[in-house]
């Protein structure tokens, strides 16, 4: 996936005539609030008009603290353990059941429903995971807005497909493994004669493709309570097993070595990959490339039915604020406002967060994706929350991850990694479990 870098420029200039708060992060001015965000420089840029958005409708003000990726989560959680933390932020669905157990959520309840924005209009799949009765994610009252819903959609290279005579995927219907596989096939190889390959099938990330091959194999990590691993099963390593072969047997992703100087996202820009997954947030980019791209179902295992992720970030409202109605007010402004979902989808950062919007642009066919609907699909039919939204920590995951890389090599048995690694994480998750207990008794009192 492609990582996203901080550049200060760009958001600055955006920002212009915007408070940027660096100090306490909440604020004491009471015609004020404070709204922590992240984000490219493009999308903080796209934000931060929104923002202006909103001042210029309600008359409120708003200090905006602009924050590097790869400081945001320390800066945030430093500002919560110290009782500053700002009046309106960002955060990742996997700390939803915390900040709620511990009391960092204000409930949004009672503001949605006295807003006269259309609330009822969003995706309710980006509307759920922010629901907490206490036990289950997805049920109960609402404490953060859904910035946005990412369906985690697959592309491929029309040009490169073309080029090697190799047929596109039906957007309708999706190729099973083998079909995939021949396609990958014919797709590597040396274009230029020199020797060296210079194209490639595809090219996994396996953090962020596993999911679409574990599921639509009818594999899971859970239980469906969230209480137990799962794995150690036939369609866990049958699928974890064929990401494998793709690269260390059948030789259609980017080897190891090929990888360590150009990564498969860098050859995919390149248009050197046949498939690959093209997210919301990198549309503005994909469409500057030399190539034309467009979207199709993930390969499908032995359910037959495609499987994929959907991401998102929460708009969240801190119950400390002192301005609860004004807070409450941006976050709800920034997830459904008709004019703000326009500036923010039309920069590039993001599909509609509201169905009607949604449609209309989907209708649009002058920008790439063509097949814009398969983000639709997604979000309305076969797309899923990754299963550490739904428990208390994400560590359990984490264990799966910390010493795959010699299985992805082929240097370690995928059968017996599984069977290892599923007793470490269930520990994990058992860790995590008891921690929630504790913490809720504790926050109970």
Known sequence: MRRR???????????????????????????????????????????????????????????????????????????????????????????????????????????VASTEQPVDDIWESGMERYRFDGELIGQGPLYAMPKDVGPFAYGFNKTLLDEMGVEHPDPDVPMDWDDFLERCQKLTGDRDGDGTRDSWGASINIGADIHAFLWSNGASWLSEDTRTVTVDTPEFREALQYLVDLQNVHEVTPSITESQGLDGYQRWLRGQIGFFPVAPWDLTLYRTLDFEFDLCPYPVGATGEPATWIGSLGIGVSAKTTKPERAAELAIFLACDPDAQRLIVDGGQTIPNTETHAREWVADTSVEPQNKQEYLDIVEDYGRVTDENLTYTRAWMDTFYTNLQPVLEGRRDVGEYLAEVQVAMQADLDRGQEQFEIDREANAQ
């Open 5 to 111: 870098s901080f550049i200060t420029g760009a958001a600055a200039a955006a920002c212009a005539g915007l408070t940027t708060s660096c100090g306490n992060l909440s604020s004491d001015d009471p015609n004020n609030i404070t709204f922590m965000f992240r984000g490219s420089a493009e999308e903080r840029a796209v934000f931060a008009e929104a923002v202006r958005m909103f001042e210029e409708k309600t008359g409120f003000g708003v200090s905006l603290i602009d924050t590097a990726v790869d400081q945001y989560a320390t800066k945030l959680q430093t500002a919560i353990l110290g009782n500053s933390a700002p009046d309106v932020f960002y955060f990742d669905p996997p700390q939803t059941k915390s900040y709620i157990t511990n009391g960092v959520l204000l409930d949004l309840d009672p503001y």
